[in-house]
């Protein structure tokens, strides 16, 4: 059995932080990249940040040096710390992994995701 699950999602304050976290179940740290995307209604899945086999991370540009990405393959999940959060952070977070691009459409289409609102 394959999934992944987030949490961590909630309501805060401009200038306030959050972190996600993402329960991996069923697929292999040394072998899997993971991503983070969200999604606000009408919009499209964007790409907020990943992490390679190796460590390697990427960020989108909007993100500013304000999140980190990081992995426990002890733990078996995958978080984003996310800091100074801005009322366009407000989306659906959800946490993917190339494997999910074989099943669904795109990356916020699989899993329930976690919602974070940042109120101005």
């Known amino acids: 059995v394959r999934s992944l699950v987030e949490s961590g999602g909630g309501s805060v304050q401009a200038g306030g932080s959050l972190k996600l976290s993402c329960e991996v179940l069923g697929f292999r740290f040394d072998e899997s990249d993971f991503e983070w995307y969200r999604q606000v209604p009408g919009k499209e899945c964007e790409l907020v940040s990943s992490?390679?086999?190796?460590?390697?991370?990427y960020y989108g540009d909007f993100v500013k040096g304000r999140f980190t990405i990081s992995k426990d393959d002890v733990a078996n999940a995958v978080y984003l710390q996310m800091n100074s959060l801005e009322p366009e952070d407000t989306a659906v977070y959800y946490c993917s992994t190339a494997w999910v691009m074989t099943v669904a459409p795109t990356a916020c289409s699989w899993g329930q995701g976690t919602q974070v609102t940042v109120s101005s």
């Open positions: 992490v390679n086999v190796d460590g390697t991370s």
